[in-house]
């Protein structure tokens, strides 16, 4: 059973426990919440029609105890400058110097594909050396060439990645997640 374990708005209140984080991150209003949620098969991640409601680093545990970190979403967000600034500031700190191995999963919409706001995100990880897979989102809201070329983008990155194509809200694609993660 996954279960919320903290909020954190510094390193003062980091999760400090030396397991692996598997880190989902993507724009605001992609999914990472409900994503979440429907891996949990239990609301524990708070979901809101309004982007950019999410503005802590949020740590879950999955059934088999892997640490689970919900990022504030990037780009469009109902909030000032500074606000973004400020959790793009947490965020950039929270990389640089948390001490626990990282895997971001990069969650892209698949109606809306690659914008130059992930393409500068995913180079950014990147030049950290943070390995990272891609899932995309709302497969079920995307049509059939929307699919065909958020997925030929995907490809694109590395050579050794893995793809995951979900809908959260029609259960598709996340036994694939829970399996390649060991959730």
Known sequence: MWKFIKSSTSQENWLLDNKEEIIFWGRSNVGKSSLINALAKNKIAK???????????????????????????????????????KIAGIIDFYFRNSKSKKLVCFLIDAKVGFSSIDLEIIEYIESLSIPFDIIITKLDKANQSQRHLVKKQALTFKKEINIFLVSSSKQIGLIDIIEHYNL
């Open 47 to 85: 979901t809101s029609s309004t982007p950019g409601r999410t503005r802590l680093i949020n740590y879950f545990e999955s059934t088999n105890k892997k640490t689970i970190v919900d990022l504030p979403g990037y780009g469009y967000a109902k909030m000032s400058k500074k606000e973004q600034q």
